[in-house]
């Protein structure tokens, strides 16, 4: 008898998202995106640092006007796997989350609530 695929979620719920915000609040920035922007090598990094920690802050540059740090975050959404989700982005803060299937992840989404 074998399991059945995980099924990941295509989107985060409210009530998700500020779960995960708050979970989120006390972490340090783990990358910090040089005046390069989102090279392979950033997105490499970022991916690994999800698949270890599953929820993740990193930090942009300061000089970035809020349209380029908006174009930041849509290129991180179509550049990261599909199960990694843009929690928030405030400022310079990118908060990231990756699904994984529940037994291997620390945080199960569906507990989120």
Do not use: F, W
Request: hydrophobic residues 40%; proline residues 4%.
């Amino acid at each position: 008898m074998s399991a059945r695929p995980h099924a990941y979620a295509t989107e985060l719920t409210s009530a998700q998202r500020a779960s995960l915000k708050g979970l989120a609040h006390a972490l340090k920035p783990v990358v910090l995106v040089g005046n390069g922007g989102i090279t392979d090598g950033v997105v490499q990094e970022i991916t690994h640092t999800l698949n270890t920690h599953e929820l993740v802050k990193i930090q942009l540059p300061g000089q970035n006007s809020a349209d380029e740090k908006e174009g930041v975050a849509d290129t991180l959404r179509l550049r990261l796997p599909a199960h990694a989700h843009l929690v928030s982005r405030i400022g310079r803060s990118v908060i990231l989350y990756l699904e994984k299937a529940p037994e291997d992840a620390k945080l199960i989404l569906k507990e989120l609530r």
